[in-house]
T-cell receptor, first 114, second 113 residues
Framework: SQQGEEDPQALSIQEGENATMNCSYK?????LQWYRQNSGRGLVHLIL?????REKHSGRLRVTLDTSKKSSSLLITASRAADTASYFC??????????????FGKGTKLTVNP | DTAVSQTPKYLVTQMGNDKSIKCEQN?????MYWYKQDSKKFLKIMFS???????INETVPNRFSPKSPDKAHLNLHINSLELGDSAVYFC????????????FGPGTRLTVL
């Protein structure tokens, strides 16, 4: 069954604004990852946050993880038109044999208008 | 230098045909994956191989058969193609089998007519 659910499904903002996307999941996880997919392209890894971490930064990206609420957020600051893409969260559920696969959400489609 | 490459990029074929998609990674990773992304952008894992050994086989029809001749290659063969097989298929690789960062190929858009 699907693990991650992103919210909102679509987001449209102006260049320079911040974009926040949320992800909720259902089971205990080893880590949570965010990926970006430009139209017609493969997914590109953005950031990985482990279950014992609460916040992580990478350039204009800030990811938070709240394991008690089983949720994560991705904040893109000072957005640019080039940030236009779909953003997916992916969780690594803990299984009996240890985490073995990523389970992806349906993504948030972000449009940054110039 | 392409890290994860797939061929072909587009594949249009008739129902009932058999087709293959090839994937190669030059990252030296031990683990490779096949994913299917449907028309609603939902991405689901199909198979995973670690050092040529199958470690994940999700509920996929047995018309789909992955083959890993060596740890740098993971091919996907599909028999008796059906309309519902139309999707974008992504290959990916990772260094850590216990789910680290994954590196994706550009995808193969399969259209079954």
């Amino acid at each position: 069954s699907q693990q991650g659910e992103e919210d909102p499904q679509a987001l449209s903002i102006q260049e320079g604004e911040n974009a926040t996307m949320n992800c909720s999941y259902k089971t205990s996880i080893n880590n949570l990852q965010w990926y970006r997919q430009n139209s017609g392209r493969g997914l590109v890894h953005l950031i990985l946050i482990r279950s014992n971490e609460r916040e992580k930064h990478s350039g204009r990206l800030r990811v938070t993880l709240d394991t008690s609420k089983k949720s994560s957020s991705l904040l893109i600051t000072a957005s640019r038109a080039a940030d236009t893409a779909s953003y997916f969260c992916a969780t690594a559920p803990i299984t009996q044999g240890g985490s073995e696969k990523l389970v992806f959400g349906k993504g948030t489609k972000l449009t940054v208008n110039p | 230098d392409t890290a994860v490459s797939q061929t072909p990029k587009y594949l249009v074929t008739q129902m009932g045909n058999d087709k293959s998609i090839k994937c190669e990674q030059n990252l030296g990773h031990d683990t490779m994956y096949w994913y299917k992304q449907d028309s609603k952008k939902f991405l689901k894992i199909m198979f995973s191989y670690n050092n040529k050994e199958l470690i994940i086989n999700e509920t996929v029809p047995n018309r789909f058969s992955p083959k890993s001749p060596d740890k740098a290659h993971l091919n996907l063969h599909i028999n008796s193609l059906e309309l519902g097989d139309s999707a974008v298929y992504f290959c990916a690789s990772s260094q850590v089998p216990k789910v680290g960062t994954q590196y994706f190929g550009p995808g193969t858009r399969l259209t079954v007519l």
